[in-house]
């Protein structure tokens, strides 16, 4: 079936510096959706980026993702880190889209300091 | 639109006792999923409702878990017998079925059996 890889379970990082949140997926769909979902303390997750067509950027709120169907990669990248962006991101993946069931990652925690 | 919502925001137990969980999903969103959230797991997939329809509960533990959605406006998972390891927060979430739209989830339930 399906699945979704984060490698790491815990990034800390100091302000300023950039972010990199590994995700490799799994599927034998060709046109599998990919998202990344933050959860933020006494939060509920919320839909930060989706894929697009392979090899396109996309962005939002500073981050940004690239779909990579030759390496099964969508990682979640961010230029300069901020104490806001500490959270819980999910890399997920669906072979349908969002309305369909969804796998998720197990997660990495992001801690920014100062 | 007051989002997801999901009763009660926190529940105790006794090992063995019964615990029901609720959700009301966004109103229009046809499709209604259930997910355990745990420090070691991540985000599980438990269940999902199209049209209230159950269209895939592989992530549901056979023997204890169940789950319903008798009208469009709301969802239950009942936990029977509930057991130490089954505390965790459950995170319900709709969405309208599209290859795009996102999930949007809820504040989640935090089940503590004692």
């Known amino acids: 079936g399906d699945s979704v890889t984060q490698t790491e379970g815990l990034v800390t990082l100091t302000e300023g510096l950039p972010v990199m949140l590994n995700c490799t997926y799994q599927t034998i769909y060709s046109n599998a959706f990919l998202f990344w979902y933050v959860h933020y303390l006494n939060e509920s997750p919320w839909l930060l980026l989706r894929s697009s067509t392979d090899n396109k950027r996309t962005e939002h709120q500073g981050f940004h993702a690239t779909l990579h169907k030759s390496s099964s990669s969508f990682h979640l990248q961010k230029s300069s880190a901020q104490l806001s962006d500490s959270a819980l991101y999910y890399c997920a993946l669906s072979d349908r889209g969002g309305g369909y069931k969804v796998v998720f990652g197990s997660g990495t925690r992001l801690l920014v300091s100062p | 639109n007051a989002g997801v919502i999901q009763t009660p925001r926190h529940k105790v137990t006794g090992k063995g006792q019964e615990a029901t969980l609720w959700c009301e999903p966004i109103?229009?969103?046809?499709?209604v999923f259930w997910y355990r959230q745990t420090i070691v797991q991540g985000l599980e997939f438990l269940t999902y409702?199209?049209?209230?329809?159950?269209?895939?509960d592989s992530g549901m533990p056979k023997e204890r878990f169940s789950a319903q959605m008798p009208n469009q406006s709301h969802s239950t998972l009942k936990i029977q017998s509930t057991q130490p390891q089954d505390s965790a927060v459950y995170l319900c979430?709709?969405?309208?079925?599209?290859?795009?739209?996102?999930?949007?989830f809820g504040p989640g339930t935090r089940l503590t059996v004692l």
């Open positions: 979430a709709s969405s309208l079925v599209d290859s795009s739209y996102e999930q949007y």
């Open positions: 109103s229009g969103h046809s499709a």
């Open positions: 409702f199209r049209n209230q329809a159950p269209i895939d």
